[in-house]
C-alpha cells in the first residue's frame, strides 16, 4: 500500500503552485509500502517534526482568514502492471462492487466509518450479477485497510474530490481531490443490500 499527498497534481483540486506560506508545492509519500512515512506539513509543522521543509499544505479560504494546515490531493497509488478491474473482480466468489462515494459518517478520531457509494453491483462467481441498492459499510480504519487485498492497474486509477471540506476554528473550507485505483477488500462489513426492483 502506498498513499501519496501531491499538491501538484493534474486536475487536483488542491493543486497550486505555492501555499499560503509562499512555499512551493511537491509531491510527498505518507505511506510507503504499508508503513507510515510522512505527514501534510505548513511552516509550523515541519518545524515541530524536525522535516527539512514544508510541504506547502498551508491554506487559508479567505484573504481574511488566518492559512491553516489542510489537506493535500491524496491518492492511493495504482499497482504498476496491476490488474484491470473485471480481473479483480473476477477473483471474487460472492461481494459487492461500489463505484463513486455519496455519504459518509466518521467520529472526531477519524477510526470508526460507515460509507456509502454511487452505484452498487452484486458480485456472484466473479462477474457482475445485477445491481443493488441501499448497500454502505463500516468498519474501523485499521482494518478496513488491513483488509485491503489486492490494487488495480494505472487503468482503473480516477481522481475525484470535494470542494467542501471543512476545518478550522472558526471553519474554513477548502477543495481537496483524491485518487484511487480499483481495489479488491475482504471480509468488511456490508448493510442494507437490496434488490434493485425487489427484497
Known amino acids: 500500500m502506498n498513499v501519496t499527498g501531491d499538491r501538484t497534481a493534474e486536475h487536483g483540486l488542491a493543486t497550486i503552485g505555492y501555499d499560503d506560506e509562499g512555499v512551493a508545492t511537491r509531491s510527498f509519500d505518507i505511506i510507503s509500502g504499508g508503513v507510515l512515512s510522512g505527514y501534510q506539513t505548513d511552516r509550523r509543522i515541519a518545524r515541530l517534526t524536525g522535516a527539512d521543509r514544508s510541504n506547502g499544505c498551508a491554506f487559508a479560504d479567505a484573504a481574511s482568514s488566518m492559512p491553516i494546515q489542510r489537506m493535500a490531493n491524496v491518492s492511493l497509488a495504482a499497482a504498476p502492471g496491476g490488474p484491470s478491474t473485471d480481473e479483480l473482480i473476477g477473483g471474487v466468489e460472492n461481494g459487492v462492487y461500489i463505484v463513486g462515494d455519496k455519504s459518509w459518517s466518521i467520529d472526531m478520531q477519524r477510526y470508526n466509518f460507515q460509507f456509502t457509494g454511487q452505484r452498487f453491483y452484486r ?77
Not at 480504519?141 to 488495480?152: I, P
Not at 487503468?155 to 481537496?176: D, E, I, R, S
Not at 481531490?177 to 443490500?193: D, E, K, Q, W, Y
Request: net charge neutral.
Open 123 to 199: 458480485i456472484e462467481n466473479g462477474r457482475l450479477a445485477g445491481q443493488l441498492r441501499d448497500v454502505a459499510y463500516q468498519a474501523t480504519t485499521t482494518e478496513f485497510w488491513n483488509s485491503m487485498e489486492a490494487v488495480g492497474g494505472p487503468q482503473t486509477y480516477v481522481l475525484g474530490g470535494a470542494f467542501n471540506c471543512g476545518k478550522g476554528q472558526p471553519g474554513q473550507v477548502a477543495p481537496v481531490s483524491h485518487g484511487c485505483p480499483s481495489a479488491l477488500f475482504r471480509g468488511v462489513n456490508i448493510l442494507n443490500t437490496v434488490k434493485e426492483g425487489g427484497q
